[in-house]
């Protein structure tokens, strides 16, 4: 990473101007899973812009050409932070795009579940929950996806943002 790029973006985010074409010529390593946090997560997880990061995700996929599971994941996250009913059903598309066949990642049951979540069906949810069970060294996603039940249980309707602050 060009350390002259990295402090233009740090910079930019004190006076809250992101260079978004900078950001959409990331590598994709960097733009999703950079530890110096130069790509989306500079928005959402620094800056608590979980709707623009979510745009940035979908325009990097769309610009660079990719359709990157863990990036279809990450925009259907920020989507889901959101409450309004509109970024709602677009989370759920973007974790639909996050599991399309043929998938058969150890994630899939937690991401199904996710997806069965926002649709407050707490019946199919259980569901993969048993499923995820069945799947080794996923105890992080198991104790996730019970905790969606519960807030179901308890509240009767998803929030994903209270789910995972919780965690």
Same mark, same amino acid.
């Given at each position: 990473?060009?350390?002259?790029?990295?402090?233009?973006?740090?910079?930019?985010?004190?006076?809250?101007?992101?260079?978004? /074409?900078?950001?959409?010529?990331?590598?994709?390593?960097?733009?999703?899973?950079?530890?110096?946090?130069? !790509?989306?997560?500079?928005? *959402?997880?620094?800056? !608590?812009?979980?709707?623009? *990061?979510?745009?940035?995700?979908?325009?990097?996929?769309?610009? /660079?050409?990719?359709?990157?599971?863990?990036?279809?994941?990450?925009? !259907?996250?920020?989507?889901?932070?959101?409450?309004?009913?509109?970024?709602?059903?677009? *989370?759920?598309?973007?974790?639909?795009?996050? +599991?399309?066949?043929?998938?058969? !990642?150890?994630?899939?049951?937690?991401?199904?579940?996710?997806?069965?979540?926002?649709?407050?069906?707490?019946?199919?949810?259980?569901?993969?929950?048993?499923?995820?069970?069945?799947?080794?060294?996923?105890? /992080?996603?198991?104790? +996730?996806?019970?905790?969606? +039940?519960?807030?179901?249980?308890?509240?009767?309707?998803?929030?994903?943002?209270?789910?995972?602050?919780?965690?």
């Amino acid at each position: 990473m060009d350390m002259r790029l990295y402090l233009s973006l740090r910079r930019s985010n004190r006076d809250m101007q992101i260079d978004k /074409n900078r950001l959409l010529k990331l590598s994709i390593d960097a733009f999703d899973e950079d530890d110096e946090r130069i !790509g989306w997560r500079l928005l *959402a997880e620094d800056l !608590g812009k979980d709707r623009e *990061a979510a745009e940035l995700i979908e325009e990097y996929m769309e610009v /660079n050409g990719v359709s990157d599971r863990w990036l279809w994941f990450h925009a !259907g996250q920020c989507w889901a932070y959101l409450q309004d009913s509109t970024s709602q059903k677009r *989370a759920v598309y973007c974790f639909k795009k996050s +599991i399309e066949p043929p998938y058969d !990642g150890d994630s899939y049951w937690y991401r199904k579940a996710t997806i069965e979540y926002l649709g407050n069906n707490i019946s199919s949810l259980r569901d993969c929950l048993v499923k995820l069970n069945e799947v080794d060294d996923v105890d /992080n996603l198991i104790r +996730i996806v019970k905790l969606m +039940i519960h807030q179901l249980e308890e509240e009767g309707r998803p929030n994903y943002r209270k789910m995972y602050e919780s965690l």
